[in-house]
Protein backbone atom coordinates (compact mmCIF):
# COMPACT_ATOMS: atom_id res chain seq x y z
CA UNK A 1 0.00 0.00 0.00
CA UNK A 2 2.27 2.60 -1.15
CA UNK A 3 3.45 5.61 -3.77
CA UNK A 4 1.83 4.37 -7.38
CA UNK A 5 2.50 6.05 -10.41
CA UNK A 6 -0.08 4.33 -13.68
CA UNK A 7 2.07 2.65 -16.49
CA UNK A 8 2.33 2.79 -20.30
CA UNK A 9 1.25 -0.25 -22.36
CA UNK A 10 3.20 -3.10 -22.27
CA UNK A 11 5.49 -4.33 -25.42
CA UNK A 12 4.49 -7.88 -26.99
CA UNK A 13 6.30 -10.87 -24.89
CA UNK A 14 8.24 -13.51 -27.08
CA UNK A 15 6.14 -17.02 -28.08
CA UNK A 16 7.64 -20.02 -27.37
CA UNK A 17 4.83 -23.17 -28.28
CA UNK A 18 5.49 -26.65 -27.45
CA UNK A 19 3.60 -29.64 -28.08
CA UNK A 20 0.34 -30.08 -26.47
CA UNK A 21 -2.10 -33.26 -26.39
CA UNK A 22 -5.51 -33.94 -25.77
CA UNK A 23 -6.36 -34.04 -22.29
CA UNK A 24 -9.42 -34.57 -19.96
CA UNK A 25 -10.68 -31.35 -18.13
CA UNK A 26 -8.12 -30.31 -15.63
CA UNK A 27 -9.76 -30.32 -11.91
CA UNK A 28 -9.88 -26.05 -10.81
CA UNK A 29 -7.10 -25.72 -8.72
CA UNK A 30 -4.55 -23.73 -6.06
CA UNK A 31 -1.57 -24.40 -4.03
CA UNK A 32 0.98 -22.64 -2.09
CA UNK A 33 4.66 -21.68 -1.73
CA UNK A 34 6.38 -21.54 1.72
CA UNK A 35 9.82 -20.99 3.08
CA UNK A 36 11.82 -23.49 5.78
CA UNK A 37 14.20 -22.35 8.77
CA UNK A 38 16.46 -19.46 7.65
CA UNK A 39 17.37 -16.65 9.49
CA UNK A 40 16.25 -13.21 8.51
CA UNK A 41 18.87 -10.49 7.48
CA UNK A 42 16.48 -7.67 8.55
CA UNK A 43 13.76 -6.99 10.80
CA UNK A 44 10.22 -7.04 9.42
CA UNK A 45 9.63 -3.84 8.76
CA UNK A 46 6.11 -2.00 9.50
CA UNK A 47 4.54 -0.33 6.61
CA UNK A 48 4.82 3.49 6.54
CA UNK A 49 2.22 6.13 6.94
CA UNK A 50 3.09 7.09 3.70
CA UNK A 51 1.14 3.70 1.81
CA UNK A 52 -2.36 4.82 2.99
CA UNK A 53 -1.61 7.02 0.12
CA UNK A 54 -1.56 4.36 -2.59
CA UNK A 55 -5.49 3.82 -1.59
CA UNK A 56 -6.80 6.94 -2.82
CA UNK A 57 -4.73 6.35 -6.23
CA UNK A 58 -7.36 3.66 -6.85
CA UNK A 59 -4.36 1.01 -7.26
CA UNK A 60 -5.98 -2.54 -7.19
CA UNK A 61 -5.07 -4.18 -3.21
CA UNK A 62 -2.68 -7.29 -3.95
CA UNK A 63 -1.70 -9.10 -0.60
CA UNK A 64 1.41 -11.22 -1.28
CA UNK A 65 0.80 -13.17 1.50
CA UNK A 66 3.53 -16.07 2.94
CA UNK A 67 6.85 -16.49 4.16
CA UNK A 68 10.88 -15.23 3.36
CA UNK A 69 10.02 -16.37 -0.10
CA UNK A 70 7.10 -13.81 -0.17
CA UNK A 71 9.58 -11.42 1.68
CA UNK A 72 12.21 -11.76 -1.18
CA UNK A 73 15.08 -13.48 0.70
CA UNK A 74 17.66 -14.58 -2.27
CA UNK A 75 19.97 -16.06 0.29
CA UNK A 76 22.17 -12.67 -0.13
CA UNK A 77 20.29 -10.28 1.63
CA UNK A 78 18.18 -9.12 -0.83
CA UNK A 79 14.74 -8.63 -0.38
CA UNK A 80 12.78 -7.62 -3.37
CA UNK A 81 11.87 -11.12 -4.46
CA UNK A 82 9.31 -11.83 -6.88
CA UNK A 83 7.58 -9.01 -5.79
CA UNK A 84 9.97 -6.59 -7.80
CA UNK A 85 9.83 -7.93 -11.24
CA UNK A 86 5.90 -8.17 -10.70
CA UNK A 87 5.81 -4.63 -10.09
CA UNK A 88 8.02 -3.50 -13.11
CA UNK A 89 5.91 -5.92 -15.44
CA UNK A 90 2.45 -4.31 -14.03
CA UNK A 91 3.87 -0.84 -14.89
CA UNK A 92 4.58 -2.23 -18.68
CA UNK A 93 1.05 -3.64 -18.80
CA UNK A 94 -0.10 -0.13 -17.65
CA UNK A 95 -1.90 -1.52 -14.74
CA UNK A 96 -2.25 0.64 -11.58
CA UNK A 97 -1.64 -2.09 -8.48
CA UNK A 98 -1.21 -1.70 -5.29
CA UNK A 99 0.67 -4.14 -2.98
CA UNK A 100 -0.66 -4.33 0.93
CA UNK A 101 0.71 -5.82 3.99
CA UNK A 102 2.02 -4.83 7.50
CA UNK A 103 5.89 -5.43 6.46
CA UNK A 104 7.99 -3.60 3.74
CA UNK A 105 11.04 -5.17 2.02
CA UNK A 106 12.97 -4.70 -0.75
CA UNK A 107 13.93 -1.73 -2.76
CA UNK A 108 13.86 -0.44 -6.66
CA UNK A 109 12.71 1.95 -9.00
CA UNK A 110 9.74 3.29 -10.56
CA UNK A 111 7.80 3.31 -7.11
CA UNK A 112 8.36 -0.13 -6.22
CA UNK A 113 5.92 -0.57 -3.58
CA UNK A 114 7.36 -2.97 -0.93
CA UNK A 115 4.59 -3.78 1.43
CA UNK A 116 3.75 -7.25 2.12
CA UNK A 117 2.83 -10.29 4.22
CA UNK A 118 6.03 -12.24 3.98
CA UNK A 119 7.26 -13.30 7.39
CA UNK A 120 10.57 -15.32 7.66
CA UNK A 121 10.19 -18.88 8.93
CA UNK A 122 6.42 -18.98 9.37
CA UNK A 123 4.30 -22.01 8.95
CA UNK A 124 1.02 -22.31 7.95
CA UNK A 125 -0.51 -22.62 11.34
CA UNK A 126 1.02 -18.79 11.94
CA UNK A 127 -1.08 -17.61 9.05
CA UNK A 128 -3.94 -19.08 10.17
CA UNK A 129 -3.51 -17.29 13.37
CA UNK A 130 -3.09 -13.78 12.11
CA UNK A 131 -4.52 -13.60 9.00
CA UNK A 132 -8.07 -12.31 10.06
CA UNK A 133 -6.59 -8.91 11.52
CA UNK A 134 -4.68 -8.45 7.97
CA UNK A 135 -7.72 -9.11 6.17
CA UNK A 136 -9.50 -6.48 8.16
CA UNK A 137 -7.01 -4.25 8.31
CA UNK A 138 -5.69 -3.88 5.04
CA UNK A 139 -8.74 -5.56 3.09
CA UNK A 140 -7.02 -7.19 -0.26
CA UNK A 141 -9.19 -7.42 -3.57
CA UNK A 142 -6.68 -10.10 -4.20
CA UNK A 143 -4.55 -12.49 -2.57
CA UNK A 144 -1.59 -14.41 -4.12
CA UNK A 145 -0.51 -16.77 -1.03
CA UNK A 146 2.52 -18.91 -0.55
CA UNK A 147 2.80 -21.09 2.47
CA UNK A 148 4.50 -24.67 3.14
CA UNK A 149 7.89 -24.61 2.79
CA UNK A 150 8.78 -24.36 6.14
CA UNK A 151 6.55 -27.03 7.32
CA UNK A 152 7.80 -29.63 4.63
CA UNK A 153 11.41 -28.31 5.13
CA UNK A 154 11.29 -29.05 8.69
CA UNK A 155 9.01 -32.50 8.12
CA UNK A 156 6.34 -30.57 10.53
CA UNK A 157 3.63 -32.74 10.59
CA UNK A 158 3.81 -33.26 6.87
CA UNK A 159 0.79 -35.35 6.63
CA UNK A 160 -1.41 -32.94 8.03
CA UNK A 161 -0.12 -29.88 5.91
CA UNK A 162 -2.44 -29.81 3.59
CA UNK A 163 -5.31 -29.89 5.94
CA UNK A 164 -3.85 -27.14 7.80
CA UNK A 165 -3.96 -25.31 4.55
CA UNK A 166 -7.56 -26.41 3.68
CA UNK A 167 -8.47 -24.37 7.25
CA UNK A 168 -6.32 -21.45 5.36
CA UNK A 169 -8.19 -21.05 2.20
CA UNK A 170 -11.19 -21.42 4.64
CA UNK A 171 -10.23 -18.68 6.83
CA UNK A 172 -9.29 -16.40 3.71
CA UNK A 173 -12.49 -16.96 1.51
CA UNK A 174 -14.84 -16.41 5.16
CA UNK A 175 -12.82 -13.27 6.02
CA UNK A 176 -12.84 -11.88 2.20
CA UNK A 177 -15.13 -13.57 0.47
CA UNK A 178 -15.53 -11.00 -2.58
CA UNK A 179 -11.36 -10.96 -2.85
CA UNK A 180 -9.77 -13.48 -5.62
CA UNK A 181 -7.00 -15.88 -3.89
CA UNK A 182 -4.30 -17.00 -5.84
CA UNK A 183 -2.13 -19.48 -4.66
CA UNK A 184 1.05 -21.59 -6.01
CA UNK A 185 2.41 -24.78 -5.63
CA UNK A 186 5.68 -24.87 -3.61
CA UNK A 187 9.30 -24.57 -4.96
CA UNK A 188 11.59 -27.47 -4.83
CA UNK A 189 14.41 -27.95 -1.90
CA UNK A 190 17.59 -28.75 -2.45
CA UNK A 191 17.45 -32.03 0.25
CA UNK A 192 16.31 -35.11 -1.64
CA UNK A 193 14.47 -36.32 0.98
CA UNK A 194 12.73 -32.97 1.87
CA UNK A 195 12.11 -32.33 -2.24
CA UNK A 196 10.13 -35.86 -1.92
CA UNK A 197 7.63 -34.23 0.65
CA UNK A 198 7.37 -30.94 -1.84
CA UNK A 199 5.94 -33.31 -4.47
CA UNK A 200 3.38 -35.00 -2.36
CA UNK A 201 2.76 -31.89 -0.68
CA UNK A 202 2.02 -30.26 -4.15
CA UNK A 203 0.10 -33.34 -5.46
CA UNK A 204 -2.65 -32.88 -2.69
CA UNK A 205 -3.20 -29.34 -3.77
CA UNK A 206 -5.51 -29.83 -6.85
CA UNK A 207 -8.16 -31.55 -4.86
CA UNK A 208 -8.61 -28.89 -2.27
CA UNK A 209 -8.86 -26.13 -4.30
CA UNK A 210 -11.16 -27.86 -6.82
CA UNK A 211 -13.42 -28.20 -3.45
CA UNK A 212 -13.43 -24.90 -2.93
CA UNK A 213 -14.47 -24.09 -6.33
CA UNK A 214 -17.09 -26.17 -6.39
CA UNK A 215 -18.44 -24.45 -3.27
CA UNK A 216 -18.44 -21.12 -4.91
CA UNK A 217 -15.19 -19.95 -3.61
CA UNK A 218 -12.73 -17.43 -5.21
CA UNK A 219 -9.44 -19.24 -5.61
CA UNK A 220 -7.69 -19.75 -8.42
CA UNK A 221 -4.43 -22.32 -8.86
CA UNK A 222 -1.05 -20.98 -9.70
CA UNK A 223 1.35 -24.10 -11.05
CA UNK A 224 5.11 -22.94 -10.03
CA UNK A 225 6.59 -26.31 -8.66
CA UNK A 226 7.18 -26.06 -12.70
CA UNK A 227 9.17 -22.92 -13.01
CA UNK A 228 12.03 -23.45 -11.23
CA UNK A 229 14.97 -25.44 -11.23
CA UNK A 230 17.54 -26.68 -8.17
CA UNK A 231 19.92 -24.69 -10.03
CA UNK A 232 17.68 -21.50 -9.60
CA UNK A 233 17.88 -22.74 -5.26
CA UNK A 234 21.56 -21.93 -4.19
CA UNK A 235 21.11 -22.06 -0.52
CA UNK A 236 18.95 -24.72 -0.84
CA UNK A 237 16.00 -23.34 0.17
CA UNK A 238 15.14 -19.57 -1.63
CA UNK A 239 15.20 -18.97 -5.46
CA UNK A 240 18.12 -16.39 -6.63
CA UNK A 241 17.43 -13.50 -8.59
CA UNK A 242 16.67 -15.19 -12.08
CA UNK A 243 14.40 -17.93 -10.09
CA UNK A 244 12.14 -14.98 -8.10
CA UNK A 245 11.96 -13.03 -12.03
CA UNK A 246 10.97 -16.55 -13.42
CA UNK A 247 8.05 -16.57 -10.51
CA UNK A 248 7.23 -12.78 -11.22
CA UNK A 249 6.36 -14.04 -15.06
CA UNK A 250 3.96 -16.69 -13.63
CA UNK A 251 2.42 -14.59 -10.69
CA UNK A 252 1.52 -12.02 -13.33
CA UNK A 253 -0.05 -14.57 -16.25
CA UNK A 254 -1.77 -15.62 -13.35
CA UNK A 255 -2.79 -12.41 -12.06
CA UNK A 256 -3.84 -10.50 -15.50
CA UNK A 257 -7.56 -12.24 -15.65
CA UNK A 258 -8.12 -10.91 -12.96
CA UNK A 259 -6.79 -7.10 -13.51
CA UNK A 260 -8.19 -6.90 -16.46
CA UNK A 261 -11.78 -6.68 -16.20
CA UNK A 262 -14.93 -5.40 -18.29
CA UNK A 263 -16.27 -6.74 -21.61
CA UNK A 264 -15.63 -5.79 -25.01
CA UNK A 265 -18.74 -5.02 -27.07
CA UNK A 266 -18.86 -7.07 -30.17
CA UNK A 267 -21.04 -6.45 -33.53
CA UNK A 268 -23.54 -9.17 -33.40
CA UNK A 269 -24.83 -11.02 -36.72
CA UNK A 270 -21.67 -9.68 -38.36
CA UNK A 271 -19.14 -12.13 -39.91
CA UNK A 272 -15.62 -12.07 -38.63
CA UNK A 273 -12.47 -13.83 -38.15
CA UNK A 274 -10.17 -13.98 -34.83
CA UNK A 275 -6.95 -12.90 -35.64
CA UNK A 276 -3.53 -14.09 -33.37
CA UNK A 277 -1.59 -11.28 -31.72
CA UNK A 278 1.32 -13.54 -30.40
CA UNK A 279 4.18 -11.78 -32.12
CA UNK A 280 5.65 -14.10 -34.95
CA UNK A 281 2.22 -15.63 -35.32
CA UNK A 282 -0.20 -12.67 -36.62
CA UNK A 283 -0.31 -14.21 -40.24
CA UNK A 284 -2.51 -17.24 -38.53
CA UNK A 285 -6.27 -17.49 -38.00
CA UNK A 286 -8.89 -19.43 -35.60
CA UNK A 287 -10.13 -21.72 -38.02
CA UNK A 288 -11.82 -25.15 -38.10
CA UNK A 289 -10.88 -28.40 -39.28
CA UNK A 290 -12.01 -32.28 -39.22
CA UNK A 291 -14.45 -30.44 -36.47
CA UNK A 292 -11.11 -28.87 -34.44
CA UNK A 293 -10.20 -25.91 -33.98
CA UNK A 294 -7.06 -24.81 -35.32
CA UNK A 295 -4.79 -21.74 -36.27
CA UNK A 296 -3.64 -21.59 -39.63
CA UNK A 297 -1.71 -18.99 -42.18
CA UNK A 298 -4.78 -17.28 -43.91
CA UNK A 299 -4.08 -14.84 -46.74
CA UNK A 300 -5.72 -13.30 -49.84
CA UNK A 301 -4.19 -15.94 -52.01
CA UNK A 302 -6.14 -18.72 -49.41
CA UNK A 303 -9.21 -21.06 -50.79
CA UNK A 304 -12.27 -20.54 -49.84
CA UNK A 305 -12.50 -23.53 -47.76
CA UNK A 306 -9.75 -22.45 -45.65
CA UNK A 307 -11.31 -18.43 -45.85
CA UNK A 308 -14.43 -19.60 -44.61
CA UNK A 309 -13.39 -22.19 -42.27
CA UNK A 310 -11.50 -19.34 -40.48
CA UNK A 311 -14.82 -17.05 -40.46
CA UNK A 312 -17.25 -17.04 -37.76
CA UNK A 313 -20.76 -15.16 -36.99
CA UNK A 314 -21.07 -13.67 -33.98
CA UNK A 315 -24.27 -14.12 -32.22
CA UNK A 316 -25.81 -13.74 -28.99
CA UNK A 317 -24.61 -16.15 -26.48
CA UNK A 318 -26.85 -19.53 -26.66
CA UNK A 319 -26.17 -19.45 -22.75
CA UNK A 320 -26.01 -15.62 -22.03
CA UNK A 321 -27.18 -12.72 -23.95
CA UNK A 322 -24.26 -10.67 -22.59
CA UNK A 323 -21.90 -12.80 -24.06
CA UNK A 324 -21.41 -14.24 -27.68
CA UNK A 325 -21.13 -17.77 -29.46
CA UNK A 326 -19.32 -18.02 -33.03
CA UNK A 327 -21.08 -19.53 -35.58
CA UNK A 328 -19.33 -21.29 -38.01
CA UNK A 329 -20.06 -19.70 -42.07
CA UNK A 330 -19.55 -23.14 -43.58
CA UNK A 331 -21.49 -25.02 -41.43
CA UNK A 332 -24.20 -23.12 -39.98
CA UNK A 333 -25.99 -23.93 -37.00
CA UNK A 334 -22.99 -25.39 -36.08
CA UNK A 335 -20.75 -23.53 -33.00
CA UNK A 336 -17.39 -23.14 -31.17
CA UNK A 337 -17.39 -24.97 -27.94
CA UNK A 338 -14.90 -26.83 -25.39
CA UNK A 339 -15.14 -29.86 -24.62
CA UNK A 340 -12.48 -32.35 -22.53
CA UNK A 341 -10.64 -28.54 -22.79
CA UNK A 342 -10.15 -29.40 -26.81
CA UNK A 343 -11.83 -26.09 -28.83
CA UNK A 344 -14.16 -27.45 -31.57
CA UNK A 345 -16.79 -26.89 -33.61
CA UNK A 346 -20.24 -29.32 -33.21
CA UNK A 347 -23.75 -29.07 -33.66
CA UNK A 348 -26.03 -28.28 -30.59
CA UNK A 349 -27.40 -31.72 -28.77
CA UNK A 350 -30.39 -29.38 -27.30
CA UNK A 351 -28.13 -29.50 -23.41
CA UNK A 352 -28.04 -26.58 -21.51
CA UNK A 353 -23.82 -28.02 -21.31
CA UNK A 354 -23.61 -27.14 -24.89
CA UNK A 355 -24.99 -23.99 -24.47
CA UNK A 356 -22.53 -23.10 -21.71
CA UNK A 357 -19.65 -24.56 -23.42
CA UNK A 358 -20.43 -22.91 -26.57
CA UNK A 359 -20.63 -19.50 -24.98
CA UNK A 360 -17.52 -17.16 -24.59
CA UNK A 361 -17.25 -13.70 -22.36
CA UNK A 362 -15.67 -10.85 -24.15
CA UNK A 363 -13.13 -9.00 -22.33
CA UNK A 364 -10.16 -7.03 -22.89
CA UNK A 365 -7.08 -8.83 -24.36
CA UNK A 366 -5.10 -10.12 -21.33
CA UNK A 367 -2.21 -8.63 -23.56
CA UNK A 368 -3.04 -5.38 -23.41
CA UNK A 369 -4.71 -5.08 -27.00
CA UNK A 370 -7.48 -7.18 -28.87
CA UNK A 371 -10.04 -9.21 -27.45
CA UNK A 372 -9.91 -12.03 -24.51
CA UNK A 373 -12.88 -14.78 -24.84
CA UNK A 374 -13.68 -16.06 -21.34
CA UNK A 375 -15.35 -19.49 -21.02
CA UNK A 376 -19.04 -18.61 -19.69
CA UNK A 377 -19.11 -22.06 -17.55
CA UNK A 378 -15.19 -21.81 -16.70
CA UNK A 379 -14.76 -18.21 -15.70
CA UNK A 380 -10.77 -17.73 -15.54
CA UNK A 381 -10.78 -20.04 -18.62
CA UNK A 382 -10.33 -18.76 -21.80
CA UNK A 383 -10.07 -19.68 -25.53
CA UNK A 384 -5.71 -20.19 -26.40
CA UNK A 385 -3.57 -20.96 -29.58
CA UNK A 386 -1.33 -23.60 -28.39
CA UNK A 387 1.12 -25.49 -30.75
CA UNK A 388 -1.44 -24.39 -33.80
CA UNK A 389 -4.60 -25.86 -31.81
CA UNK A 390 -6.98 -24.24 -29.99
CA UNK A 391 -7.61 -24.75 -26.39
CA UNK A 392 -9.41 -23.52 -23.26
CA UNK A 393 -6.77 -23.02 -21.01
CA UNK A 394 -6.10 -21.94 -17.35
CA UNK A 395 -3.31 -19.79 -16.35
CA UNK A 396 -0.96 -22.37 -14.94
CA UNK A 397 -2.81 -25.42 -15.44
CA UNK A 398 -2.32 -29.24 -15.46
CA UNK A 399 -2.26 -29.27 -19.37
CA UNK A 400 0.79 -28.29 -21.92
CA UNK A 401 -2.01 -25.88 -23.22
CA UNK A 402 -1.88 -24.11 -19.64
CA UNK A 403 1.62 -23.39 -19.54
CA UNK A 404 2.34 -19.59 -18.20
CA UNK A 405 4.48 -18.29 -21.14
CA UNK A 406 3.78 -15.96 -23.44
CA UNK A 407 -0.61 -17.03 -21.93
CA UNK A 408 -1.14 -13.48 -22.51
CA UNK A 409 -0.29 -12.59 -25.41
CA UNK A 410 -1.98 -16.23 -26.55
CA UNK A 411 -5.37 -15.49 -25.50
CA UNK A 412 -5.42 -12.16 -26.71
CA UNK A 413 -7.20 -12.00 -30.01
CA UNK A 414 -7.68 -9.45 -32.85
CA UNK A 415 -11.62 -9.05 -34.15
CA UNK A 416 -11.06 -8.67 -37.55
CA UNK A 417 -13.31 -8.89 -41.05
CA UNK A 418 -14.23 -12.29 -41.87
CA UNK A 419 -12.01 -13.50 -44.80
CA UNK A 420 -15.16 -15.57 -45.91
CA UNK A 421 -16.28 -14.24 -49.86
CA UNK A 422 -12.84 -11.79 -49.89
Not at 15 to 38: E, H, K, W, Y
Not at 54 to 65: D, E, F, Y
Not at 296 to 308: D, P, Q
Request: hydrophobic share 40%; glycine share 10%; with cysteine.
Amino acid sequence: MRHRILASQSSAAFRVSRRARLFGAAALGLLTVGLSGCSAPAPHLPASATSVQAQALGGVKIMPLGDSITFGYDGANNTSGYRLGLWNRFLNDGLNIDFVGSLQSGSGPNNFDTDNEGHYGWRINQLIDNIDGWLDTYQPQIITLMIGTNDINNNDDVANAPARLNTLIDKITARRPNARLLVASITPLRDAAANDRVRQYNATIPGIVTAKVQAGKNVSYVNMAGALTLANIPDGIHPDAAGYDKMAVIWRNALLPWLRTGTVSLPQDQVRSLQVTTPGYTNRFLRHQLGLGFTEIVNAGSGALLKNDASWKIVRGLADAGCYSLESVNYPGEYLRHYLSRVRKARPDGSDTFRQDATWCARPGLSGSGVSFESKNFPGRYLRHFSAEVWLTENGGSLPSDAPGAFAEDTSWNVVAGWAGR
